[in-house]
Structure formats: structure tokens, C-alpha cells
């Protein structure tokens, strides 16, 4: 489990937020692997790139998953 703080934002975007995590490593990358539906949301595929994380939300990605906060 990643553990990541939103602090002062009210959402991070979902191909920022696995770029910020390490999962990706550029923004590009990101939004291939979102585009090839590797990437879920709450356990349902995502294929919106700029799609709003909000805090409470699990995103998944390769065996990992990041609660955001």
C-alpha cells in the first residue's frame, strides 16, 4: 500500500498521481498505461488520463495500490 496526501489540493489527477507515486516514470508513461486499461480506480478500469483522485480513493496498478489522503 502507497500512502499519498493531497494537503492542500482538493483532487490530483489520476496520470500526475502515479507519477508523483513512482509508478510511472513520466507523465507519458502514465497515460499509456491508463489508456491500455492497466489502471483501476475503486476496482473498476479507468481509462480517463486527467480522471479527478479525490481523497478516500484507491487507485491499482500492478499488484499496488494507492490510498489517497
Known sequence: ??????HDQPYI???RLLKAVGLADSGGM????IADGQVRVD?????RKRRK??????V?????TI???
Open 1 to 6: 500500500m502507497i500512502p499519498f496526501a493531497l
Open 53 to 58: 483522485i479525490r481523497s478516500g480513493q484507491q
Open 60 to 64: 491499482q496498478y500492478a499488484g499496488q
Open 43 to 47: 476496482g473498476l478500469i479507468e481509462t
Open 30 to 33: 502514465a497515460k499509456v498505461m
Open 13 to 15: 489527477e489520476l496520470h
Open 67 to 69: 490510498v489517497v489522503a
